[in-house]
């Protein structure tokens, strides 16, 4: 398998004079733990809940300081890099620059470790330098999850078909949301991934499955969104 079979697409993206308010927004309602920022159609970085972890709004930018004073002393001072962390109102100013990148045609072991290499969550895909999706570990986790041995492997051909005209009928609809929900075929049976707000959408994926020529199952692991009490 490779990048282009596990991947979410579309991604939700944002710009870098989005305000930091809106970025912790989209991750909210979305159910991600990542925003792309692209600019001019070039993806320049990307803000994570990691990145939105120390902020004055919600009282974490002054962490305790471990350690004697005077090894601090001795110590890279950052805290300037780290009052803009924690104050600053826009993307740019908060988002990570050094983003790596995978193609479309990446195999998932590569994709794997590179995860796995850098420590990250998450790694977008580029085609011709346009981001087109992107990859998590939860998507790695969902192909684990459905792995079998090679050679008990049937028809994948006919599973990419079915894919295909899957995301075909599901995307004309209002219902589906391709940011909260996955779609991974295996053998003919269709697996969904990923957040519903009811289950009446769990019904109409399920029936825009079975509609499928060549589908016989469908397992939907997807969760009801439940929203927070309000205070």
């Not at 990307?46 to 002054?62: A, H, N, Q």
């Not at 479309?104 to 346009?130: H, N, Q």
């Not at 295909?164 to 909260?180: F, K, M």
């Amino acid at each position: 398998m490779k990048a282009s079979d596990i991947m979410t697409s579309p991604v939700i993206t944002a710009g870098p004079a989005t305000p930091v308010s809106d970025i912790a927004a989209l991750l909210f309602k979305n159910h991600i733990s990542a925003v792309p920022i692209v600019d001019q159609g070039k993806l320049v970085g990307i803000v994570s809940e990691g990145d939105l972890l120390l902020r004055k709004e919600i009282g974490t930018d002054r962490p305790e300081r471990a350690g004697s004073w005077w090894l601090r002393l001795f110590a890279e001072d950052r805290s300037a890099v780290e009052y803009v962390k924690s104050h600053a109102r826009l993307a740019r100013d908060v988002m990570a620059r050094d983003v790596v990148s995978v193609a479309p045609d990446t195999p998932m072991a590569e994709i794997a470790a590179l995860l796995a290499a850098r420590g990250i969550k998450r790694v977008p895909v580029l085609r011709d330098g346009a981001l087109v999706g992107i990859v998590s570990r939860a998507n790695l986790v969902q192909a684990m999850a459905l792995a079998e041995h090679p050679a008990q492997r049937v028809h994948p051909s006919g599973d990419d078909a079915i894919r295909g005209r899957l995301l075909t009928e599901l995307e004309r609809h209002s219902w589906w949301r391709p940011t909260r929900s996955s779609v991974v075929v295996k053998e003919g049976v269709v697996h969904y991934w990923g957040w519903i707000d009811s289950e009446d959408e769990r019904d109409a994926a399920r029936v825009a499955a079975e509609n499928i020529s060549g589908v016989h199952g469908v397992d939907d692991r997807r969760r009801l969104y439940q929203p927070l009490p309000m205070a």
